[in-house]
């Protein structure tokens, strides 16, 4: 069974930091390109981050360059995405996709994963 399992989240205060793991099951992860996506209530999903599967090239979206970053541990089968200097704006459910999308922040991906909550909030 294909499976992609996020964990990490949890209430941070703003500033903060947090580290996202996305372990995959089934699957070799670095045949994929991998990305983080977030949706926060209310809004449509956004590509936050992704990580291509042959060049190891990453990708951010603006409102999050400088502070994130994703990364791959292959032996693992694991991607983590690094949170730093978080805001009450980066609230929302993270979610890790794989797939072969053309467009590395579009949410045009295989695989899922269910998500995990991330809350920044004093």
């Known amino acids: 069974q294909l499976q992609l399992v996020e964990s990490g989240g949890g209430l941070v205060q703003p500033g903060g930091s947090l580290r996202l793991s996305c372990v995959a099951s089934?699957?070799?992860?670095?045949?994929?390109?991998i990305a983080w996506f977030r949706q926060a209530p209310g809004k449509e999903r956004e590509g936050v981050s992704c990580?291509?599967?042959?060049?190891?090239?990453?990708y951010y979206a603006d409102s999050v360059k400088g502070r994130f970053t994703i990364s791959r541990d292959n032996a693992k089968n694991t991607v983590h995405l690094q949170m730093n200097s978080l805001k009450p704006e980066d609230t929302a459910v993270y979610y890790c996709?794989?797939?072969?999308?053309?467009?590395?922040?579009?949410?045009?991906?295989?695989?899922w994963g269910q998500g995990t909550q991330v809350t920044v909030s004093s």
């Open positions: 990580i291509r599967s042959r060049t190891g090239n990453t």
């Open positions: 089934g699957f070799t992860l670095d045949y994929y390109t």
């Open positions: 996709a794989a797939g072969s999308p053309t467009v590395c922040l579009l949410p045009s991906y295989q695989y």
